[in-house]
């Protein structure tokens, strides 16, 4: 018998450690060795970024995933969050920065950051399925806009910029090797936290309504509600990796959170696969090596180093023709290929 | 309107009452106190007639998302760039041939077969699985606004209309007594943008007399309510979704030539438009035209009153009445629950 | 807490005798008439066959009992306590349960997580980000279930991989959870093979005293041997009511019952 594929676990929780395979202990080890070799670039813009875009996606993975809900408010609530970081904290534009101590503006941040989200989500889920999309576009929309016009708190166009993380513990959290293991505990952190929910009554009334939400209100389940609920979960995660979004580049603008980045996110989660909290990172990681190196890739297929935008359009579309689950899809469709028995050409692992 | 005032009898009051104010506004000589309240009345006039010009642009957009959207369930969030493509092929075609008036037929044209391509290639083959039509529709955007990107660069164009359409004319509204004679002063108002106004109003009414007089209007009116019954009609349903789609793009491509010339076309303008026939068809309720009639002006009239009396806060008060009538009423003002 | 004393209050001043009590109930949808005044009582554990041509409102009556439509006007009573306008989940919290005609099971979850949420579903605690123990009730109660509707083979299967019997199985299962009195189940042997409704009909008859249930089916071979009693609806009225026998045998109802699903 195959192994047990995570997402078909049931709920009795069997010993989490026994049946991790060794691929994942050594990937995990791999990680948090890497600073030893690896160059300050990589550590910082490959690996850093592509952790924090990974948390925000994983936040929309949350929700679209289990939930069924694609909100494209999740780069607006990151945003937002990491806007209260600024203006609370320290930055630059020491007119409107309130110098607070991180110990005040990092708890204000994400709280602010979950109550606009469940707003929001309580403003998207009054209405079915498709209309998210369109209600959350309009909202992130409406934010962009917003930040871009008020000056007294959000300082318009330009933003904020000097906003440096505290030096906790004595410790640099912007040098390249403290803000590595940084985001890395962030992401492994909500990682595992997603895939742990998963399970929970919480995470299954999720995936239940997502699969019929009116068989779910016949339950004694209040759709709505657990639908709220997720919106308010998912508010963490993309809270921290607006924050830390904010100190990787020191600064944050309406841009930061614009239609475009807005777009990305659900781009990077699509392309990674919805069906497991590891595929956002996948997602996040291909999307932070074609930005790096789109200008060779894009030269080798004979365009202009410019055409970025295109190359990352072209590779979603494909994806949502050939493989609705993403690059995790594509892979486990590899793999079943090996696993189809050879008799009756099934595959092993389905009854 | 007897029937909605028998169910609604405090909201017939207030718009009673909005409707008796508008018209005041509108057509007396305005006392001194209230100029001292609100300012001048041409700002007033000006920035009601742009509001309205500006909706019928909306108008024009949003019909196109809503009647693909309502037939298809399709949220095409392509039609930022099917506008923008229009916008660019009413510039070239203006500037070729210099005939402005043959750049819509063109834009319509052009824009409308490119539908025709995406819903036969594209949409019809994940009929049904909306999210995924959906994120096919992101992944198109990106890909045209790239490609426009690169043809057109990131220049203003502007497409400039005939010089029979130029400079302002005097209209039957007054905004003020001259001091001196005390002659009437009459709003001078472009004459394009009536122009365009009066087009806007002539594509609704003739929308509106194609759903409700012809035979494929029925059927697309039956489709929204329900689509079973469309394929159980016996029609071609592919057939009807093409026309709609091809249909609705045309009219976008149409929307980008008018945005093109009484504003401009450049990147970024996609995704403006987009927003906007999104707030339009939320707020007017999603699949219904004469929804998003009432949404374009309420959000056209907002966005200039806006930018003129609280230019601070002018999206926050577009934002605002989307918000009021999810919270309220989830389904939109027209939309049916 | 309090909401149960309130609970066992309002049932003691309306008499707890009857598990359902329907009166007048009638369901408009714009110009058609799908319930017509229909009144109907249930002694607790009774088991009540609905039969009825298609249209005769058996489905409607269902969702109006769950709450899935509020009827136009009547008056339903659960165990003497007035439900009529309740949203479903707190008619699902005071023990009624039902069964879909079409398949509405979470397909993208395994048998067992389907069960245990029908069995969180009545239970606290319902936003818990916490994973269940292994000894949790509700998840031993589906373990429970998962053997009552002889599914255990499958129970780590996906819905989406189980067979149309199965899947009928498993929605009684789901119906179970908790702890119900009355069931409502919509045509649960559609659609089955002749072996599959015989275990059907056993899951049924061997289903504790207490639990009532009314089901709608057209088989009226099943239907007669798991209900007590007989309902007729036609044109969403109740047409005649008697025991099974009696029904077999009436002349209108067999040419109205015989010719209609023939026709």
């Known amino acids: 018998m195959a192994q047990v594929v995570t997402t078909e676990t049931t709920p009795q929780s069997r010993s989490m450690f026994g049946r991790i395979p060794a691929a994942y202990w050594l990937f995990g080890a791999f990680l948090l060795v890497l600073p030893s070799f690896a160059s300050n670039f990589v550590m910082y813009q490959i690996f850093g970024w592509s952790f924090i875009l990974g948390m925000i996606a994983l936040s929309l993975m949350f929700l679209a995933g289990y939930g069924g809900m694609f909100s494209l408010a999740q780069m607006t609530v990151a945003g937002l969050a990491g806007y209260v970081v600024a203006i609370c904290g320290t930055s630059a534009i020491t007119d409107i920065s309130q110098n607070w101590p991180w110990y005040v503006n990092i708890p204000a941040a994400l709280l602010i950051a979950a109550i606009f989200a469940t707003v929001v989500g309580w403003l998207a889920v009054r209405t079915e399925g498709i209309y998210t999309i369109m209600i959350t576009l309009a909202v992130a929309s409406a934010f962009f806009y917003f930040t871009r016009q008020n000056y007294v708190l959000f300082n318009g166009f330009s933003g904020f910029n000097g906003v440096f993380p505290p030096q906790l513990f004595g410790v640099d959290w912007r040098h390249p090797v403290a803000f590595y293991y940084l985001s890395l505990f962030w992401a492994a952190f909500w990682y595992f936290a997603v895939l742990y929910v998963s399970r929970s009554p919480m995470g299954l009334a999720l995936q239940g309504i997502r699969d019929n939400p009116r068989r779910m209100s016949a339950l004694g389940f209040d759709v709505t509600a657990h639908r709220v609920a997720a919106y308010t979960f998912a508010a963490f995660p993309a809270a921290i990796g607006g924050i830390l979004l904010t100190w990787q580049s020191a600064q944050i603008s309406p841009g930061t959170a614009g239609v475009g980045p807005v777009i990305d996110i659900l781009v990077i989660a699509v392309i990674g696969g919805l069906r497991h909290p590891v595929g956002p990172f996948v997602g996040a990681f291909v999307y932070v090596i074609l930005k790096s190196f789109s200008i060779d890739i894009l030269v080798a297929l004979g365009l202009g180093g410019e055409r970025f935008q295109l190359l990352i359009g072209l590779g979603f579309l494909v994806i949502v023709f050939w493989s609705p689950d993403g690059l995790l899809g594509l892979w486990a469709k590899l793999r079943d290929l090996h696993r189809r028995d050879p008799l009756i050409g099934r595959l092993v692992r389905r009854l | 309107m007897r029937r909605f005032a028998r169910l609604h009898p405090w909201w017939s009051v207030w718009i009673a009452i909005a409707t008796l104010v508008l018209l005041y506004l509108t057509f007396a000589i305005w006392p001194p106190w209230l100029i001292g309240l609100i300012g001048k009345k041409k700002l007033f006039l000006n920035s009601l007639f742009n509001g309205i010009t500006l909706g019928s642009l909306y108008f024009l957009i949003a019909s196109g998302f809503t009647l693909i959207f309502g037939l298809m369930r399709n949220v095409n969030l392509a039609h930022g760039s099917l506008y923008m493509m229009g916008g660019y092929i009413g510039y070239l075609i203006g500037d070729w041939t210099g005939y402005w008036l043959l750049a819509f037929p063109v ?48 220049d203003f164009y502007n497409i400039s209309p005939p010089s029979w359409l130029s400079g302002p004319i005097e209209t039957i509204f007054v905004t003020g007594v001259k001091r001196s004679s005390g002659d009437l002063i009459y709003l001078k108002y472009p004459l394009v943008r009536l122009a365009i106004f009066a087009a806007s109003l002539a594509i609704g009414l003739g929308m509106w007399l194609a759903i409700n007089r012809t035979r494929i209007g029925m059927l697309i009116r039956a489709g929204v309510d329900d689509r079973d019954i469309l394929s159980a009609s016996g029609i071609r349903v592919q057939f009807v979704f093409v026309a709609v789609f091809a249909f609705g793009a045309g009219l976008a491509g149409m929307a980008g030539v008018v945005g093109g010339t009484f504003q401009s076309i450049a990147p970024g303008e996609d995704i403006r438009f987009l927003l906007a026939s999104l707030v339009v068809v939320i707020v007017g309720g999603m699949g219904s035209i004469p929804g998003a009639a009432l949404g374009a002006v309420i959000i056209g009239i907002a966005e200039q009153f806006g930018s003129v009396y609280f230019p601070t806060y002018a999206v926050v008060v577009t934002f605002l009445i989307m918000v009021l009538v999810l919270a309220f009423r989830p389904t939109g003002l027209l939309g049916r629950n | 807490m309090r909401s149960g004393v309130q609970v066992s209050g309002r049932l003691s001043a309306a008499g707890a005798s009857n598990a359902l009590e329907l009166r007048g109930v009638t369901k408009r949808f714009g110009a058609l008439l799908a319930l017509n005044d ?122 989406s991989h189980l067979s149309y019997g199965q899947q009928r199985q498993l929605e009684i299962a789901m119906a179970l959870a908790g702890a119900p009195r009355l069931l409502l189940l919509d045509e649960p042997a559609a659609g089955l093979s002749p072996n599959e409704r015989q275990a059907l009909v056993e899951i049924l008859q061997n289903l504790p005293e207490h639990i009532g249930y009314i089901i709608i089916e057209h088989d009226m071979d099943v239907a007669l041997r798991v209900a007590e009693f007989v309902t007729m609806m036609h044109n969403g009225r109740v047409f005649k009511e008697g025991n099974p026998r009696e029904l077999e045998n009436d002349a209108e109802v067999q040419a109205l019952y015989l010719g209609e699903v023939d026709g």
């Open chain 2, 107 to 154: 834009a319509f044209m052009v824009v409308g077969l490119f539908g025709v391509i995406l819903q036969y290639f594209v949409f019809r083959r994940m009929e049904g699985e909306d999210i995924r039509q959906t994120l096919v529709t992101i992944g198109i955007s990106i890909v045209l606004a790239d490609i426009m990107l690169w043809a057109f660069g990131g």
């Open chain 3, 38 to 159: 229909v009144s109907m009582t249930l002694r607790p554990g009774e088991r009540r066959a609905v039969l009825g041509s298609n249209g005769a409102g058996k489905t409607t009556l269902f969702n109006c009992i769950t709450g899935d439509f509020l009827p136009t006007a009547g008056e339903i009573r659960l165990y003497g306590e007035d439900i009529t306008v309740f949203p479903p989940q707190e008619r699902i919290r005071r023990g009624l349960r039902r069964t879909y005609q079409i398949s509405l099971l979470f397909a993208g979850l395994s048998v067992l997580d389907n069960i245990y949420l029908a069995c969180r579903g009545v239970l606290r605690r319902r936003f818990s980000m916490l994973r269940p123990g292994r000894n949790e009730p509700a998840l031993l109660s589906a373990v429970d279930l998962v053997e009552l509707a002889h599914l255990q083979e499958v129970r780590d299967s996906l819905v």
